[in-house]
């Protein structure tokens, strides 16, 4: 049953003190059971994917496009592999998940399904856009066979909610990182890296749908871009004009939900430019509906990258573009960023991925650009 408002402390311990009665009775179940449960849950999600992905456009502010990705990454075919193929912990009982705006289908079943499935209990604190996908995959997972109590919905990512909650409970997972859009999330924006070596029109292409993912605001929507100051001025330009085409995408027929809006946005926008030197080389923050993006993106140019605080850039529709001379200057920047980082270039791999080696907990992702001789 969701609770639809923000709850206080005393119903999140409330909550914890239910889930970890029902718990040791879901606990007591063959492996085997609570896999085919797993499984007969993931068939019921699929047969409701175009109603899920509907509840993700009109209340997350995802396109089709990034509604359909987000379906297409959860965990249908490792439920017999790897999603709790050990039992769970002594200790470990109840665990606190988040569901992300940006992804609210893959963070809800990243975070329950693998505590579910090793006997343990789940308290999920909602983001209040995801509640209705939530209360629905919820009732999939009740009419599959999951007793009563064993997973409760709380609406609310408050501060002391998700504070009290960890406190209570044996430990907490998320999908990936704890979403951008959480109250006093420490998360910061990713960053993608457009080496010497790289194609400037693959790497727009690149940079405009990871900049883009999850209108924005996911973990891994790289708002930051360094570019090599070889291909800057060219990159700044495509980058800018694809993000005005955006802008002219057609309307919806339904009107925009004003609560997407990217007031946020602007607001950085503007300080950025009247406080710290920027260009706004497009104001943006425009809805497109367009079948792969949903926003057009507000384009900051910051030719000083010691000014920019990744802390500061707000998750939305933004790239905050910069330039570099030498390669230190880029790794000392990815330092001060989220831990998911875009590089695109021709090097290979092992010439790479080591000098990331004082970071141990950031994930590099290579776009290699092959350029073959006998190309025209």
């Known amino acids: 049953m969701v609770v639809l408002r923000d709850v206080g402390a005393g119903e999140a311990m409330a909550a914890v003190s239910r889930v970890r009665a029902r718990q040791e ?13 797993g499984a007969r849950l993931l068939r019921a999600a699929h047969r409701e994917r175009k109603r ?3 509840l ?7 396109s089709a ?14 439920v017999s592999r790897t999603l709790g193929a050990h039992p769970a912990e002594p200790g470990s009982q109840v665990i606190v998940g988040l569901t992300d705006r940006a992804a609210p289908l893959s963070s ?4 329950v399904l693998p505590a579910l499935l090793a ?3 789940v308290v999920t604190a909602l983001d209040p856009v995801t509640a209705d996908i939530a209360d629905r995959v919820h009732g999939l997972a009740r009419r599959e066979g999951l007793p009563d109590g064993v997973w409760e919905l709380l609406v609310g990512q408050a501060a002391y909610t998700c504070g009290v909650l960890p406190e209570h409970a044996d430990a907490s997972r998320v999908a990936c990182c704890v979403p951008r859009t959480a109250p006093h999330s420490c998360t910061r924006p990713a960053l993608l890296v457009v080496r010497h070596d790289a194609h400037v029109p693959t790497a727009v292409r690149g940079a405009l749908r990871s900049c883009l993912r999850g209108a924005g605001r996911s973990c891994t929507a790289t708002q930051l871009l360094m570019v090599h100051e070889r291909h800057h001025d060219a990159f700044l330009a495509l980058f800018t004009s694809a993000a005005r085409r955006l802008a002219h995408a057609p309307s919806p027929a339904h009107a925009p939900c004003p609560a997407h809006a990217p007031r946020p946005v602007h607001a950085f926008v503007r300080d950025e430019c009247r406080l710290f030197g920027a260009v706004c080389a497009y104001e943006g923050g425009q809805e497109s509906h367009g079948a792969a993006h949903r926003w057009a993106p507000a384009v900051v140019s910051q030719p000083d990258s010691d000014r920019i605080d990744p802390a500061r850039v707000p998750p939305g529709p933004l790239a905050v573009i910069s330039s570099y001379r030498s390669w230190s200057q880029a790794l000392h920047f990815a330092r001060r960023c989220g831990r998911h980082v875009v590089v695109h270039t021709a090097s290979p791999v092992s010439r790479l991925a080591p000098q990331f080696a004082t970071r141990p907990d950031s994930d590099l992702r290579l776009v290699r650009h092959l350029r073959f001789p006998w190309a025209t």
């Open 65 to 78: 496009e990034e509604a359909t990705e987000d379906w297409a990454s959860l965990p249908a075919r490792r």
């Open 108 to 111: 809800l079943f990243g975070s």
């Open 52 to 54: 899920l992905a509907g």
């Open 119 to 121: 006997g343990q209990g």
């Open 25 to 37: 009775a879901w606990a007591s179940w063959l492996f085997e059971d609570r896999r085919a449960w």
């Open 56 to 62: 993700a456009c009109r209340d997350c502010g995802l």
